[in-house]
């Protein structure tokens, strides 16, 4: 060794024990505050800001707020971006939820990054079978059970107590901090879009990179998520009666809309996930070869192939049709499907939509009912896939062993981040997703949680990827 050689080796481990000392540091910090972490996913959980119900609208705009003055508090550059109006099925509009935009720092000799979030969540009614109130958060043996804790406000939040962890030890953040958190995320992210257009040269121009943090692991063991699909969702209306009808009285004499609508449903899979295959051009039907590398060879191979490479259609529900307990001989005259395709790459939803209506209106057309047919995308997001060449995704790998001392699963994930594929279009910039919500999270589903471990972990995951980040060279 040179002289000079030996100096650099010598700077080089004294700066990495002073990295590793502030990683134990944080992470102490990070520990000792885990009941104040709680505290705030409780306040959070409590507002019930369910974005699909317009008559919750005034709850979501209070959860951006609760959501401002957090960022705030952390001396956060915080705006409260007005994207406009919704428009509802009768023609109506009411206003969206404004955005909330943030920067931590602006040190131009540091790299940006950008965490994107969501603080809306799916509908949930305790007598949907949720064994707790949904928005009363509820400690059992160490999960922590409400609506929202995994998508997304415990991931928000531990986003927000990073910064805050690194600020109250006055440890310097090792890059700038902007945060984008939207309250429309569950039915589509409405006006986000158009927002994002809007502030591609000034809120985006210095963004190196964006990370997502609104999935899951695919097991126990931590992941880098790399590809989402996309999701277009229709309504397809079917008008008959001009009120609803006694079946004693008029069954047999009507042709029910209900029935129309059941039939043209119930082509779905026969006909429609085949007749995507063909004219999409998706992705192969087996998985890739890196696909296929442990760890995530444990998983069955189809079923993963299925979840990320395949498109899917799903009924979610259907509007106006009787369905409380107790028995109502009614024919109902209008009622609307509501159903959803997940796509994948080399899928248009423009596409879809010309395919799934003409193949309606076809079968619809074929059985000669009186009835009317309206079919209408409501939500067209596209399928997003990431180099995981990218050196994000080794300092999402490197951070993973930091605290988890194992490699990630590199994953994909089957659901939709809407907004994931617009960021890279409209922006540019390389994003990594980034998950720390457990498998087993149940999201949209009766009891949703996130367990203390993953979102105390995760906030340290959080802390060790700013550091890894940071070390990257500018592009
Ligand atoms: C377009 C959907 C409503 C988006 C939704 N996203 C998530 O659940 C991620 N938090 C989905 O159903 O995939």
Redesign the pocket.
């Known amino acids: 060794f040179s002289f000079q050689l030996w100096c650099v080796l010598v700077l080089f481990l004294s700066w990495s024990e002073v990295h590793n000392f502030q990683f134990e540091e944080l992470a102490q910090y990070i520990d000792s505050h885990q009941e104040q972490y709680v505290e705030t996913l409780r306040e959070w959980i409590a507002i019930e800001s369910d974005s699909s119900d317009v008559q919750r609208r005034a709850d979501v705009q209070r959860m951006m707020s609760v959501t401002a003055e957090k960022l705030r508090k952390m001396q956060g550059n915080v705006e409260m971006v007005d994207i406009g109006l919704q428009q509802l099925p009768d023609g109506t509009t009411i206003p969206l939820p404004k955005v909330v935009t943030a920067q931590v720092g602006s040190d131009p000799s540091k790299l940006t990054v950008c965490v994107y979030g ?1 603080v809306d969540v ?1 509908p949930a009614k305790k007598e949907d079978g949720w064994a707790t109130d949904p928005y009363n958060l509820t400690d059992i043996k160490g999960n922590l059970y409400g609506r929202g804790a995994s ?2 406000k415990a991931p928000v939040l531990a986003w927000l107590h990073t910064v805050e962890a690194y600020q109250s030890l006055s440890i310097d953040l090792p890059v700038n901090v902007k945060f984008i958190i939207e309250g429309m ?5 409405n006006g986000l879009d158009a927002m994002v257009e809007a502030h591609n040269e000034t809120f985006f121009s210095d963004v190196d990179y964006i990370i997502i943090s ?2 899951g692991w695919l097991s126990r063991r931590p992941a880098l998520t790399y590809g ?4 277009c ?1 229709f309504f397809a209306e079917v008008v008959g009666p001009n009120k609803d009808l006694h079946s004693g009285v008029f069954g047999g004499t009507v042709i029910e809309p209900m029935t129309d609508l059941i039939g043209i449903l119930g082509t779905f899979h026969s006909n429609i996930c085949l007749y995507i295959h063909f004219s999409g051009s998706p992705e192969p039907a087996l998985v890739s070869t890196e696909e296929r590398e442990p760890p995530v060879v444990s998983h069955h191979e189809g079923v993963l192939a299925r979840r990320w490479r395949h498109p899917t259609v799903s009924i979610h529900g259907i509007e106006g049709a009787f369905s409380a307990s107790g028995s109502k001989t009614v024919i109902p005259a209008k009622v609307t499907g509501k159903f ?1 395709i ?1 796509q994948v790459p080399n899928m248009d939803p423009k596409e879809v939509e010309k395919q799934v209506c003409s193949h309606l209106e076809d079968v619809f057309a074929k059985r000669g009912s009186p009835n009317k047919l309206k079919v209408s995308m409501v ?1 067209g ?1 596209k399928p997003w896939l990431a180099d995981i060449q990218h050196p994000l995704y080794e300092a999402g790998k490197a951070a993973v062993q930091k605290v988890f001392k194992v490699e990630p699963d590199m994953i994909r ?6 907004v994931a594929r617009t960021f890279q279009d409209v922006t540019g910039k390389s994003i990594i997703m980034l998950p720390i919500g457990g498998f087993d999270d149940g ?2 589903s009766q009891n949703e949680k996130i367990s203390r471990y993953n979102y105390i972990e995760g906030t340290k995951l959080f802390a060790a990827f700013l550091h890894e980040v940071s070390q990257i060279k500018r592009d």
């Open positions: 969501h799916q998508d997304n995320e569950e039915t589509g992210s609104d999935c989402t699909r996309g999701n969702y959803s997940r939500i997001a994930e089957g659901g939709t981040i809407p999201l949209h």
